[in-house]
């Protein structure tokens, strides 16, 4: 059952492909979906799923994220009993630094009153009920259940993610890789992990004294030879945010509907930090189409084929097509921008032309309103 | 307790029954206003912004809605540990109980809750009132003027003031006479139904009127005539902007056109005086590929497809193709199939309204009634 279960969310997550999303914070905190955080998704699928007990383990570039993440009551995990919990990072560390944060923070592991740990990250953004994960788990009686998606996109999408190779018979994973971006199919690791308490802290211990173990993912695929790990397939929707690229086309293919129907209005609620914005005006003269509009906007120009955030101004004759466009910006007269991501905080003078293209957006850096 | 400077106590207890269906399942100051409010928002959004942390909210008709809309107070920052909101419905005691009988009455009845509270000022409001005002100020003017009451006033149209309470005041703005809804007003400076109270003032007044068997037990007609008649400091501080008491349907539906006025006073979209609500966990809208949108103010959860004119649309509205909308309101989660025609409409809650349908005549106002289901080509309005 769920009350048996707490959750780990680790925020060790490879950044290098998507440095211009992640200047000021963590991937898990990076804008998507017009109102959403990365970090959203994973919250309401454990939430959803019964989970009452959260552990956020981040970096030191946190500040967005526990803004963002407060008390957790956005998600209801601003609890008495249980609730959420957040670690960071000391700065003494560099070598395989997750599994020496969760050794840190033992205390926090055994203090719950849980028996098992669902370990998962952020930036595989889905909504997943990870109560089948757990059924799927307990009955097939191996010390642990990692999650996968099928793909046929692994040549452009997942990239640097682990590879799993499974039993086909039996489901038992039998090895893992990297996905480098030679095939278009494979089974590609969410890193979602089902285990006991007990099988995690024999983990945590391993990885904390072996100074060649890196993640602790890898720490746990080290022990694929040693322990019976299981598989559970998830056939939903997955976005994979950890390069620009994936970034723009995951946003850009939330605007169909089957994806948004999905993602956002199962009877699993995305929960998110409520901002208290007034409804999105349209102003005469303006012309919408294909796009998600967050609340607080003042839209006078054209927006199309777009992702637009809370407290967007478009203004007059400014055109904005094929752009994902966060929170807090202003779009003066008579600009154009095409396959742009505005990241917060941006002014786009009058008259500006930016460009870029599906393989290739451009990004323009969030700007901080202090100097 | 802590002493508390300030608190607030919120009548909203009343039906506004001229609202007609709009108030049939809920007090009016909890009917829906301006795309994702309701109507007691703005009460209880000013006194958060004035730094007013404790607000009793006095109800009576149809509580439920405010109930579960205000909760703990929480949208509001009024979830406190000493303070914040508190419900105060009629209740029973040793010597029976009563239901409120006038709006003295109702805070006469709850003078335990101002007690355990032990403020100096006791602000009263209205909660049935849409405008933007910074109490502090209020309460400055009240100090300043070593008030036993002030009242907020606004200037209303001579040909108006009968509908409202009209004082007459000297230079000083000291108010030397009020009248209840006067026949012949003799001013123009009408009562916002905003008064602070010197509580200990106060006290005295509301026992004395408890104990006054003519009394209608009314600030306007009993408390505020009495305190002049006695010679106390009753002053006015004046109001300027938007005002409004959305007391019909013919009002509530042009208070939200002048919503999409884009020089309206009210600036429900300016940032430095939020109005909070109580907000739910749903996705941003979608404007399909052939929708068309003009002056019109939609919020989130909505999918649009098609035609939306001079209207305003509430969370989880579903617009279809080829539906055109125009000069309407359209509240929570209402669906509009394709191929439907509404003009000059109010569809409440959950209204599911089948294709190839008209609704409104463009001249009277239509009004759709919560959880229908307008049946294809079932004409109305």
């Known amino acids: ?371 | 307790m802590v002493k508390k400077n300030i608190v607030a106590m919120i009548l909203a207890g009343g039906q506004g029954s001229r609202l007609g269906l709009l108030t049939r399942n809920m007090a009016k100051p909890a009917v829906p206003f301006g795309g994702k409010y309701r109507i007691i928002d703005f009460a209880l959004s000013n006194c958060s912004n004035s730094g007013i942390d404790t607000v009793g909210i006095l109800t009576q008709y149809k509580p439920q809605m405010l109930n579960s809309h205000i909760g703990i107070g929480a949208p509001w920052d009024l979830d406190r540990v000493h303070g914040g909101a508190a419900m105060l419905p009629p209740y029973m005691s040793e010597a029976g109980g009563d239901w409120y009988k006038g709006t003295a009455n109702a805070v006469y009845q709850n003078l335990n809750y101002l007690e355990s509270c032990n403020p100096e000022y006791v602000l009263i409001l209205s909660g049935d009132h849409i405008y933007k005002m910074d109490y502090r100020k209020m309460l400055e003017r009240h100090i300043d003027a070593d008030a036993d009451a002030t009242i907020a006033v606004i200037d209303v149209p001579i040909e108006e003031a009968s509908r409202f309470g009209i004082m007459s005041t000297d230079e000083n703005d000291v108010i030397t006479a009020f009248e209840e809804k006067p026949k012949e007003p003799k001013g123009t400076l009408a009562s916002m139904g905003i008064y602070i109270f010197t509580y200990s003032k106060l006290k005295k007044y509301l026992i004395d009127d408890a104990a006054d068997s003519e009394s209608v037990n009314d600030f306007g007609k009993n408390i505020i005539p009495s305190m002049i008649a006695n010679g106390e400091t009753l002053v006015a501080y004046r109001f300027s902007g938007y005002w409004k008491d959305v007391g019909t349907i013919q009002s509530y539906w042009e208070a939200h056109m002048d919503l999409l006025n884009p020089d309206n006073e009210i600036s429900l979209f300016s940032n430095d005086w939020k109005i909070y609500t109580d907000t739910a966990a749903i996705p941003s809208q979608y404007i399909g590929p052939d929708a068309h949108i003009e002056n019109s103010i939609v919020t989130e959860g909505c999918v649009i497809h098609g035609e939306l004119v001079d209207s305003v649309v509430f969370p989880g509205v579903y617009i279809g193709k080829n539906t055109r909308i125009e000069r309407s309101i359209i509240m929570e989660n209402t669906a509009v199939e394709d191929n439907v025609i509404i003009s000059k409409s109010i569809l409440l809650e959950n209204v599911h309204v089948r294709s190839h349908n008209a609704i409104g005549n463009g001249t009277d106002i239509a009004v759709i009634d919560t959880g229908l289901t307008v049946e294809s080509q079932a004409r109305m309005g």
């Not at chain 1, 609730?83 to 033992?106: A, E, I, T, W, Y």
């Not at chain 1, 466009?325 to 003066?332: A, E």
């Open chain 1, 1 to 371: 059952m769920m009350k048996d279960y707490m959750a780990i969310i680790n925020l060790e997550e490879n950044e290098n492909d998507i440095r211009s999303l992640t200047v000021n914070r963590p991937i898990a905190s990076i804008p998507i979906g017009s109102r959403y955080r990365v970090i959203d998704f994973m919250l309401s699928n454990l939430v959803n799923s019964g989970i009452k007990n959260v552990g956020i383990f981040s970096g030191t570039n946190s500040r967005s994220l526990m803004d963002h993440v407060g008390t957790g009551k956005a998600w209801d995990l601003n609890r008495k009993i249980d609730g959420l919990f957040l670690f960071n990072h000391g700065l003494c560390d560099f070598v395989n630094h997750d599994s020496k944060l969760l050794k840190n923070n033992m205390e926090y592991i055994y203090r719950s009153s849980s028996e098992n740990v669902i370990l998962a990250s952020s930036y595989m953004v889905c909504n997943m009920d990870l109560a089948k994960v757990v059924d799927a788990h307990e009955e097939s009686g191996a010390d642990m259940t990692v999650v996968y998606t099928e793909t046929a996109r692994a040549d452009t999408e997942f990239l640097n993610c682990y590879t799993l190779d499974v039993d086909k018979e039996t489901g038992r994973l039998n090895g893992v890789g990297k996905n480098i971006g030679f095939h278009p199919h494979a089974n590609v690791c969410m890193e979602i992990f089902v285990m006991t308490k007990e099988k995690l802290v024999e983990l945590i211990h391993a990885g904390a004294h072996n100074i060649n173990a890196g993640s602790f993912s890898n720490v746990i695929f080290n022990e694929t030879g040693n322990l019976y790990i299981n598989t559970y397939k998830y056939e939903g929707f997955v976005f994979c945010i950890n390069t620009v690229s994936s970034y723009y086309r995951s946003n850009m293919r939330m605007l169909s509907s089957d994806v948004s129907d999905a993602l956002f209005r199962s009877e699993r609620p995305i929960y998110t930090k409520i901002k208290d914005e007034p409804p999105t005006i349209y102003v005469k003269g303006c012309s919408v189409s294909n796009s998600l509009i967050a609340d607080g906007c003042v839209i006078e120009g054209t927006v199309r084929n777009s992702v637009i955030g809370r407290y967007v101004n478009v203004e007059k004759d400014a055109v904005v097509e094929d752009c994902i466009i966060l929170q807090n910006i202003r779009v003066h007269k008579g600009a154009h921008l095409s396959h742009v991501i505005i990241d917060k905080n941006v002014d786009i003078d009058e008259h500006t032309e930016l460009k870029g293209s599906e393989t290739f957006p451009l990004v323009i850096e969030k700007t901080s309103m202090f100097k």
